[in-house]
């Protein structure tokens, strides 16, 4: 991925999750109802707590990105993030839009791999003849 692609997909995630966070800081309640009941009622904490936390941690994750530090970190907690969207939201129709950011932040995630871990894949790489 070029500098520039990097950049823009970093930036336009950037805004994405800080947007959000902010949203759903102005209405977490009404937030919650994308949640399925079975998810709402696996829940430690009250609705609206639970979504005040999920604002404040995609906020984080836009800071990250946008500042452009601890990028491997944010891309992978927020892919995990946007993995447990999907399974408590059920198939809706905003699901395509959470598979393209999923598909984003995991782009970010993968460009972001620290050298160890490319090491690491390196190394169990079969044999080619």
Request: glycine content about 6%; cysteine-free; overall charge neutral.
């Amino acid at each position: 991925m070029s500098k520039t692609s990097f950049n823009l997909l970093r930036v336009g995630m950037a805004i994405t999750f800080l947007w959000i966070g902010i949203m759903i800081l102005k209405s977490p309640e009404s937030w919650g109802g994308y949640l399925q009941p079975w998810a709402a009622g696996l829940l430690p904490v009250p609705l609206k707590e639970a979504m005040i936390g999920t604002a404040i941690l995609d906020i984080a994750i836009g800071i990250l990105f946008l500042v452009d530090f601890m990028i491997w970190p944010a891309a992978l907690i927020s892919s995990i993030h946007l993995i447990v969207i999907l399974t408590v939201s059920g198939i809706t129709d905003i699901t395509v839009r959470d598979i393209g950011l999923l598909t984003a932040t995991l782009a970010l995630m993968i460009e972001t791999l620290p050298p160890s871990f490319v090491q690491i894949f390196k190394k169990t790489k079969p044999e080619t003849l």
